[in-house]
Each structure stands twice: as C-alpha cells, then as structure tokens.
C-alpha cells in the first residue's frame, strides 16, 4: 500500500499542500472549519504524520534518553525502571544507553541523542568522564539535563544523588557497635564524587566514635569480585590486619568474604562485611551480605519528576538538588549480635 | 554565538541557499567547483549540519535499535554487549528499549524506532508479543530486522538463536549419567518456542534413555526464585518425588535449591539441579549451579553482522537463520561424580 502524504489530501479537498500541513500543525493562521475537513480527510485516507519530521518542526520528540555507565548492574537498571514508570504514563519512551565508563563515548552518546532530538536527558557521569562542554551544551540547547547519582557541579543543572556519605556512616557504625575493632575501608574510584563521600561519611563514624582512621586500611580496587578478594589478602597480610571490611561496592565485599572463607575465617564471628548497593545476589547468597539500600526505584522516579518539572516549566535552569536518604539492610555477614 | 545556517553560507558566495544545501547534499546537478566554495565556506563558518535532517533525507541515522524483555538480565545485557563490540567500531550507535515482555509497549517501541530513523532493528521477542504486523511493517520499510533468542516465525526476517533441544538434552543427559531416575522439568512460558524447545530436548534425552516421560513432573513458573520454591515444594509432595531438577531457568534453579535445602536434601548427594542461562550468580553461589551456557557474547556478535551483511548488500530480505549451539557448565549442584 502506497503511503499517503499531504499531497493525497490536499488534491482530495482540492487546496494546497502548505494549507493541509499548517492544518495539521495547527497553524493558527487556518481556520477551524479547513482544519477540522483536513483531520477528517487525513483520517479517511489512513494519514500517518511522520512522527519524526513533527518533532524536527515542534522540537518535541517525547524521547528520553537515560545514560549510564552499565545497564547490568541492578542500581542502574533499577533507577532506569523508575524512570519508565514515571515517564511512560506521561507519553514518553525511555531510549537506554551505556557508557561503559568511557569519556569519549560519553559525549558522543550525548551528542547522538541531541540529534535524535531527545526531549531531555536524564545521565548518571561515566568514570572517565571528560570536562563538562557536552553537559554545558545540552542546557545551550534548552533540552533538560537531569544528573542522578554520579553528578557533576555545573551551575544550573539538577540531580538527585544518594547521601553516600550517611550510608557510609550508618554501616561503619553498625561494624563498631558489632564489637569490630579494626574497621577497613574498600573503595573504588576516589576521583568520583559518590567514593569521596563513601570514604568520608567511613572517616566520621571512625572519628565520632574515637576510632582512629589508619590509611593503611583503605584500599582502592575495580569494582570485581577478583579484586575484592586481592584486597583482602592485602588486608589480612597486614601486621595488624582488620576483623571487619566496610566496602563501597557489593561485588567487592563478595570477592573479600570469598577469600575470607577460604583463610578459614567465621563469618560474622571472626569477622564481619558490609558491602554498598543492595545488589539482588546479597539476599540471596548462603551468608547473606549487609548492604547499604541506595533506593533507586525512588531515584528513578525522582529524577523523572525533576525533569517533568522543567518540561512543564519550559526553564531548564532551574536548578534543583534532591538528595535521598540510603538505608542499611543488615544482614548475615556482619550480624554478630541481634537487635 | 549564533549557529551558521545554509543562508549564512548563500549570503556569502551569494548564491541560493537551495544550491547552498545540495551542494552540501552531494547533488549531482552542481558542479564540482561549486562544491569546493560550498564546503570550504561551510568550513569557514563552522556550520554543523543537522544530522537528523541529514538522516532524514539519507535514511542513515548510524542508530541501530535494540529491543529486549529486560535489560537486568545477565543474557540480554551480554548479547547487547555483543552487538556494540561489533556495531561501535563501525560508526553505529546502540539505542536500548526494553519492552517487560508487554506486547503493547513492543509494538510502540517498534514504530518509535522507526519514527527515529533507525538503521536497523536487533529484537528479541516479548512474552507477550502481539501479531507479526509490526515487525512485517519494518520490513516494508527496508529496513533491517534480526531476532535474537527468541524468535518469530515470519518469511524473510533473519535470526540468531541458541539450538535450545540441545542445550535441555545435554543438561538432562548429564542429569541421568549422575544417577538420577526420576527428573523433573520446571518452565515458564511454553508459548514461546524457546521454552517449547528446552521442554522437547528434556523428553528427547529421557527417550533416548528409555526413561518414562510423567506430566507431573513438568512444572511451568514464572522467572522468579519464589515461584521456583513454590514448584519444589510442589514436586516434593508429589507421591514419588523426583530426585534431580532441570530448570529452564536460573532463578527457577536457585529457588528450587533454596527449598531443597530448607527441607534438608544435600545438594548434590540426594537431589540434583541444573539451570539454564549460565547467570553470573549461578558461578558464585557457594553452592555453585550447573547451568546451560547461551554463548550470549557471540550471539549478540552474529545479530550485529546478520545486520551489516543486510545493509551493506541493500536486501533486509536475505533470510539468514544462525543456530549457535549451547554448551553446559558443570558445577557442583550436579555433579554427584567427578568425570
């Protein structure tokens, strides 16, 4: 079946295709009556707006495009679902790309979804993310540009991010009210906002708590299950080796209790392990881990709104900063006592 | 500052903006010189052609679409690795959708790629997938569209998929060379051809084995670790429970495991289980999950070049059908003898 185009209705109704298109963009310049034998027509001949040349004209795609670093990790797919049910209702589609942490393609995702004429993007930084040029950009464009998680401080753009600090805090002092006397710290990527907070919020509790912080026990790793166990055999080889690992990553504490076990340690008893993120495979491990909830279903919808808000405001710069509260799930492996 | 337009560069050779952008367009109405002065003033100026409206009068976005049930399953999220290893170094860019096994939300994001231009269309069908006119229409499209994984039946339309009879055949083979004697099959959804598969290779091995196939023993779940507890549960009270699960799933695998245990079965000794999908958590569990491999890395390699082949010949109805072969892992939920 040939494809019907403006030019089929406007020799039906015998007027020119410029008329029929301002009719179907609702040109206030036609009047209601030709608008409203237009739309008829359009309709009888099985009219198809092309849905893209409408968004080239109207600047409105409704596509949102979400970037992040993996889509394989449960926090990102879990922030990404929020933002669909926030989204999806409203009459958006959610268009998912992946950085794999990389800078460069970091701004070519972004460049691309500009071109697809998004109607905004909603971006947690990639890790080797590179100046802030292609954010600045998006924001010259008028097209919202919301951060969540991994954000970047550029004046006039919004995010919503976890207090990474308080889950650090809450589980460094949930190990020190176990009785853990020396307490470790793995962490990540330290040039990254959210590792700086994890490490200082493990700093405050040590500090608030008359602990004092050996560097010694801070240790830096991929976020893989290997490096975890590397680390602890790290940990464990030191002079005075640690009874309890605080971890900013789930797959880390994994790859810690591993070796752990395999040295002949009891877990919680000899030794105790909170891990970050709330991953799905910490409940259901045999010795389940503790870990710190980052909430990303909320996260998800929360930064949904947060765009939604300047879409309906038409200003992309207000900028709003929302910071969700974490919670800790405690769970076996650093459960020496109840309560 | 303000961004060159084709007029900008017309004004300053004074010439028509209509010249202006076939020259750009590569028209071969204008001369070779006209070019030259076209695209050495486009430089000049810093003009930034519009690559949507490129795209659109090109029908090459350099977008290729990728539709999967769930983007948080180890499967998918490898296959769509897969497909960027390849496609990434080419110049395309992956766009991800997930549909949640909606056939509604299959058919919009269908229709929203194409509306964005895409190149091409790399889908693997929802559960609930509604009718093949969506994808029909791709196709009438001239565009290309390969299935993975999970297929439709339709004349003319590639796919990549996994010889699922086999991977079942060799997980329930295994299943008896262990001693097993009476092996139960848990399923999901037998109205898709991959679960119908898995099921057939399941009654095959128990045939060529001389085993009596019992219609008890097949349960169907949903992907969920509670429902695979539940279905345990279920074969455990029926008069002669099995002694060895083979389930189409991973999670099904891990709930049945989860039950078994609570009920006080050893794991291999008195029971054994394999699962399908070769999930990472299948490997880190302390009790380790023999479970079938779906070679998802090269499965999303192979999609990705069903697709170049297609666009690069200019025929998306060259039906290729790739049927990679599965390969089991043996680990210890199985493995009641060594060899």
Redesign the interface.
């Known amino acids: 079946m040939k494809k019907t185009t403006i030019y089929d209705i406007a020799k039906e109704l015998n007027i020119t295709a410029a008329t029929v298109s301002r009719a179907l963009n609702d040109n206030p310049r036609i009047s209601e009556d030709t608008k409203k034998l237009v739309l008829a027509t359009a309709k009888k001949l099985n009219y198809k707006q ?4 409408l ?2 004209k109207s600047g409105k ?1 409704k ?1 949102v495009g979400v970037v992040v670093p ?3 990790r ?1 926090f990102f ?2 922030v ?1 679902r929020g933002i ?1 049910e926030e989204l ?1 209702p409203k009459g958006y ?6 950085t ?1 942490e990389e800078g460069k ?1 970091e701004i ?2 972004v460049q ?1 979804l500009l ?3 998004v109607d905004g993007i909603i971006i947690s930084a990639s890790r080797q993310s590179k100046g802030n040029d292609h954010f600045k950009y998006v924001l010259s464009k008028n097209v919202p540009l919301i951060f969540f998680d991994r954000k970047k401080e550029i004046e006039g753009i919004s995010s919503v991010t976890l207090d990474d600090a308080q889950g650090a805090y809450q589980a460094t002092k949930h190990l020190i009210e176990q009785g853990c006397k020396h307490i470790a710290h793995m962490t990540i990527d330290l040039s990254l906002l959210i590792y700086q907070n994890r490490l200082a919020g493990y700093k405050q509790a040590l500090a608030d708590h008359g602990m004092e912080f050996n560097p010694d026990y801070v240790i830096a790793l991929q976020s893989e ?1 290997v490096a975890g166990k590397d680390a602890a055999k790290k940990l464990m080889g030191l002079p005075e080796p640690p009874d309890a690992i605080f971890s900013a990553t789930d797959l880390g504490a ?1 790859g810690a209790i ?1 070796y752990l076990r395999e040295i002949g340690k009891k877990i919680p008893e000899d030794f105790c392990v909170v891990g970050f993120s709330n991953e799905p ?1 910490t409940q ?4 389940p881990i503790s870990s710190v909830d980052q909430s990303p279903l909320l996260m998800g919808k929360t930064a949904a709104k947060v765009f939604l808000e300047q879409i309906e405001s038409n200003d992309v710069k207000i900028e709003k900063n929302v910071v969700l509260s974490p919670s800790l799930e405690i769970r076996k492996s650093s459960q020496k006592t109840l309560g």
Do not use: P, R
Request: negative net charge; without cysteine.
């Open positions: 092309n849905k893209l040349a968004a080239l795609s596509n993996y889509i394989n449960n797919s879990t990404i669909e999806n589609n959610v268009i998912i790309s992946q794999h393609k070519d995702i691309n071109n697809a004429q299950i994994l591993q495979f259901f491990m045999e010795l």
